[in-house]
């Protein structure tokens, strides 16, 4: 678990990381993350703050996918979203040679735009404790958790479908399961 405060100044809404040591400011890492703007990725700065150095992520306007699912109930196109949001992130991070394993998909650490339901996630530049595969399994617990079971029960087949794929390693975040479709 990251040590994690929310932080709020005039204009904007931050989530602040420490970090447990302080950063080598030229590895690339750093360098991607917090020169912004990365499609998918929350845009960041690091901060020095009393000797100890932190992440700021931008978080303004923004709501934890936790958060936003804690009362409500996700239906396939929510679960579709989800994934083609992960899909975008995956290659975008693949295409500034960024380590998947850094990006923090667990949903307590995954923002939605809740106007535009467009995901962001948090790239830490300390390596996660799970694999990129061992917290997809984490999401789509939670997914399986929070989603409408009410909803026809072919919807529900296909999204135990995926999660099977997701437990024997088979799911490959690059399709971000478009094939998945509302039953006719």
């Known amino acids: 678990m990251l040590n994690t405060e929310y932080i709020r100044s005039l204009n ?4 602040r990381l420490l970090l447990e040591r ?5 590895k690339y890492q750093y360098c991607m993350i917090s020169r912004g703007g990365i499609k998918g990725l929350l845009s960041c700065s690091l901060r020095y703050i009393d000797g100890e ?3 700021y992520y931008d978080i303004t306007s923004r709501q934890q996918l936790s958060k ?9 196109e929510d679960v579709k979203s989800i994934c083609v949001n992960i899909s975008e992130m995956v290659r975008i991070a693949e295409d500034y040679m960024l380590d998947i394993d850094h990006v923090k998909i667990e ?4 923002y939605m735009d809740v106007g535009t339901k467009k995901l962001q996630f948090v790239y830490h530049t300390r390596l996660n404790n799970h694999t990129f595969n061992e917290s997809l399994k984490i999401l789509f617990e939670f997914i399986l958790e929070h989603f409408d079971h009410s909803l026809d029960k072919e919807s529900i087949v ?8 997701v437990i024997v390693g088979d799911y490959d ?5 478009i094939h998945i479709s509302e039953p006719t």
């Open 12 to 15: 904007a809404n931050y989530e």
């Open 22 to 26: 302080k950063p080598e400011e030229k």
């Open 53 to 55: 150095a932190y992440l």
């Open 68 to 76: 936003y699912y804690e009362y409500g109930k996700m239906t396939m």
């Open 107 to 110: 949903p307590r650490y995954i």
């Open 158 to 165: 296909k999204l135990y479908e995926v999660y099977q794929k």
């Open 173 to 177: 975040p690059y399709l971000s399961l």
